[in-house]
């Protein structure tokens, strides 16, 4: 007997050893299968039509051909939540300070709208004078990290930038009329680019936007021609090209659509009641005739930026429904209009950019040959970062390739004229 229990006594702990090393490989399993570590890394699909365009691109932007390499431990699950919530709650890693001047202009209506603009910190690589016309995402201005971060990179390249503030957004200016920025109005924009066009003659222009931003500069490129004037390409990143299209998707639970949209909508009620004075108050500025103070009531029940859109939002300019105003204000209508390089980037893993909406930017880039789609695996929502395992680096994927393609398309521009002016002067010998 005593032997016997001397026998299991020593047993013990190699069981014990045993269940230590089923439950570490349990866990490890689960942290390879949450964190989706084996997810094979690829270069971006890409979208396009066979052109010397196109041959061009890919031979000068290496980043399109490239393997995109996320963070190993949170930079590929599948569904993009870490890249995204990073993005939305730092921005940027070590975010630089880039020194601008900040400049406002008066609208037609009244509104003050602001705009900060950066100097060049380098010559540029053609030696041209190239300026980055840059429209931020939702509620979002020049100060934001992520902005911050491209605008100094994007300098220390040769680019001058003009970053777009939108109407509303900073907490330091006042409204002077009782309207904000909206999904797709473009007035601020244009007023914009039209400075910038008349203070520097020479210049020529990279248009930027990135989410609804990507949304206000193709609408305003595609609203007319003469926008498309001195406008060497446009880079749009991580837009949903149709809010009709994107509403029902955006109030589906599935990759936790209807929380961010819960969290975006609870942001633009800070925003907009931080100037309900000015929206709603009874002042001498003429409110939009059909915003009134139950508006204000609903407003604050509001769990959706679609219900924001429709008590509020859509009636600064006089739209009659929700459908008309995403309608009329999305970018879809107007992407056919545009003739520049057009560069549209998304992610396959973007949590709030339903998949059904990437349709719309390859069957354009199917059939246009100025149009190129770029679909990374990962980088969630405006996330893009990259490094080798835990810690990203301060530059992600998508500020690097954006302007390396803008590098590419002033190359490819001035490659252009100079054989325009050898044709010329041959053909003069002739």
């Given at each position: ?41 690829a270069p971006p699909e890409l979208i396009y039509q066979d052109s010397a365009l196109a041959r061009f691109l890919l031979k000068s932007c290496p980043l399109l051909t490239k393997e995109y390499i996320p963070p190993l431990i949170w930079g590929k699950k599948r569904s993009g939540h870490i890249q995204t919530a ?157 809010a009709l299209r994107a509403q029902e998707t955006f109030m589906q639970w599935d990759q936790c659509r209807r929380f961010y949209n819960f969290l975006m909508a609870d942001n633009m009620k800070k925003i907009i009641l931080s100037h309900r004075q000015v929206l709603f108050g009874d002042n001498n500025m003429k ?144």
């Open positions: 007997l005593k032997m016997s229990a001397m026998l299991e006594t020593s047993e013990l702990p190699a069981v014990f050893d045993g269940v230590k090393l089923a439950a570490v490989a349990a866990v490890l399993y689960v942290i390879v299968r949450c964190l989706n570590l084996k997810s094979p890394t990073l993005y939305g709650k730092m921005g940027r890693v070590r975010s630089p300070h880039p020194y601008g001047l900040r400049k406002y202009l008066t609208m037609p209506d009244g509104a003050t709208a602001t705009f900060d603009l950066f100097e060049p910190q380098s010559e540029h690589c053609t030696g041209e004078d190239v300026t980055m016309v840059i429209c931020p995402g939702i509620a979002n201005h020049s100060e934001k990290q992520y902005i911050r971060t491209f605008v100094d990179y994007a300098q220390k390249n040769g680019y001058r930038c003009a970053v777009l503030n939108h109407l509303g957004a900073l907490p330091n200016i006042e409204l002077t009329s009782p309207r904000m920025f909206t999904y797709g109005c473009t007035w601020e924009f244009s007023a914009m680019v039209n400075y910038i066009k008349k203070t520097y003659p020479q210049t020529q222009l990279v248009v930027v936007g990135f989410s609804l931003g990507g949304n206000i500069v193709c609408k305003y490129l595609g609203e007319s021609q003469a926008n498309q004037e001195r406008v060497l390409c446009c880079v749009s990143v991580c837009q949903g090209y149709s409110k939009p005739q059909s915003l009134s103070d139950a508006d204000l009531s609903k407003l604050y029940t509001a769990t959706s930026l679609m219900q924001i859109d429709d008590n509020v939002m859509r009636k600064f300019h006089g739209y009659s429904s929700l459908k008309e105003y995403y309608e009329e204000e999305s970018c879809l209508h107007y992407l056919h209009r545009i003739y520049v390089p057009l560069l549209l980037v998304n992610a396959a893993d973007d949590p709030l950019v339903h998949e059904s909406l990437l349709s719309i930017p390859r069957a354009l880039s199917e059939k246009r040959e100025n149009v190129m789609h770029v679909l990374p695996l990962h980088g969630g929502h405006l996330g893009f970062f990259e490094g080798s395992v835990l810690f990203p680096e301060p530059l992600t994927w998508m500020d690097k390739l954006v302007v390396q393609y803008a590098n590419a398309i002033c190359q490819w521009e001035k490659t252009k004229s100079h054989c325009s002016d050898t044709e010329q002067a041959v053909s003069g010998q002739e």
